[in-house]
């Protein structure tokens, strides 16, 4: 900040408050009032002392919970004894966690970065790599479905199905087809010979959440068969525990050849990872691709933990119930407000309302309602409100955030 600009921000020695993002932050994001200062749990107090009701887990993202005493303590060990080699030297936590989530999974290899759109990257990279290597220059075409997110870097902004997140960044990477979500028909017309890899999320997060039928990965992977096409699934928000699998994929009985995480693994920690087997983790050798932080040692201690806590069949489990236990609070919701709620759709503990026709656009102001109400929940798209609460959610919880939707509900229909 130079002399010159000084006058027009309020002392460094003010608190900070919201208006502080207006003066401060680069303008992506429109966050709430609600400036969260300390949480527990699904417990969040604002900078006012209120308390929230926690429904969006930081975006799928705090799955054990804020501030999960294992995970703190975890995090508090690592601190004390390495923080970050380089990798030009492995690590103990990351070798353990590559371990676990390789004995868990399909997979035989594993990769770490920082984020989702990394953890994407990373996969379709991987995917154009192997079609090289393996003498296919021409195989660089990627299908991916309309209304579809990966991230926020070039080449994933690009792959997700949403034109609103990609103008004004052309040129654009080329050799990239949509084809609409669900619709087997489509991506057997868009299937060629020159296809390296289809992407997809077996349930579509920010898309509006929306599952895939098990038909159409099924199809999914038939096609990539037939035309020598990897399979790549993004589960950055529908893995790691969320539909009361460890992974999506083995609800739907259809295994990838690359599956990217991120979100819940690292429980706010950022890591992101891409999991995929031997014969295709070999296309990429020494140099070809990497990142500093990757497999940092705080960050894969923190995954293990969380790794550890979550693939438990008594864990997995209680996910389903709750899952139950929210779906029917939320239909009740729907019954009672048909004319501004339509439908209850998603997996596990990643739901959303569908709005009724008449009120369409209007998600953002039903989320606000809720706040006012003591609510945190998320939209996905204008039309849909999404619920993803952190994965020890109790029937309490469910209960109470029944009510306190309930009551802005109420409020919005009287407004
Ligand atoms: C959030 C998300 C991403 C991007 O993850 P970042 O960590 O924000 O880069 C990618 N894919 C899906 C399905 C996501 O939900």
Known sequence: MTAATATTHLPTTSPVTRQTFDEVIVPTYAPSNLVPVRAKGLDVWAQDGRQYLDFTAGIAVTSLGHCHPDV???????????????????????????????????????????????ANEAALKL????????????????????????????????????????????????????????????????????????????????????????EYLQALRELCDQHGALLIFDEVQCGMGRTGQLFAYMGYGVVPDILTTAKALGNGYPIGGMLTSEKVAAAFVVGTHGTTYGGNPLAASVALTVLRTINVPSFLLRVKHA?????????????????????????????????????????????????????????????????????????????????????????????
Not at 323 to 339: D, H
Not at 357 to 366: N, T, W, Y
Not at 407 to 414: D, F, K, M, Q
């Open 72 to 118: 703190v303590h975890t995090l508090q060990q690592q601190a004390e004894k390495l923080w970050h080699v380089g990798n030009g030297y492995t690590n103990e936590p990351v070798l353990e966690l590559a371990r676990s989530l390789v004995a868990a999974t399909f997979a035989d290899r594993a990769f770490f970065c920082n984020s989702g759109a990394e």
């Open 127 to 214: 995917a154009r790599k192997y079609a090289a290597k393996n003498g296919h220059a021409h195989k660089t075409r990627i299908i991916s479905c309309v209304n579809s997110f990966h991230g926020r870097t070039l080449f994933t902004v690009s792959v997700g199905g949403q034109p609103k997140y990609t103008e004004g960044f052309g040129p654009l990477p080329p050799e990239l087809t949509h084809v609409p979500f669900n619709d087997i028909e489509a991506a057997r017309a868009a299937m060629g010979d020159d296809v390296c890899a289809i992407m997809v999320e077996p349930i579509q997060g920010e898309g509006g959440v929306m599952p895939a039928t098990t």
């Open 323 to 415: 899952s139950k236990t929210l779906i029917l609070a939320l239909q009740g919701l729907v019954q009672e407000y048909p004319q501004m709620l339509k439908e209850v759709r998603g997996s596990g503990l990643l739901l959303g309302i569908q709005l009724a026709d008449g009120f369409k656009g209007r998600a953002k102001e039903i989320t606000k309602a809720a706040e006012d109400q003591g609510l945190m929940v998320l939209i996905a798209g204008p039309d849909v409100l999404r619920f993803a609460p952190a994965l020890i959610v109790s029937d309490e919880q469910i209960a109470e955030a029944a009510a306190r939707l309930r009551r802005a509900l109420a409020t919005v229909a009287a407004a």
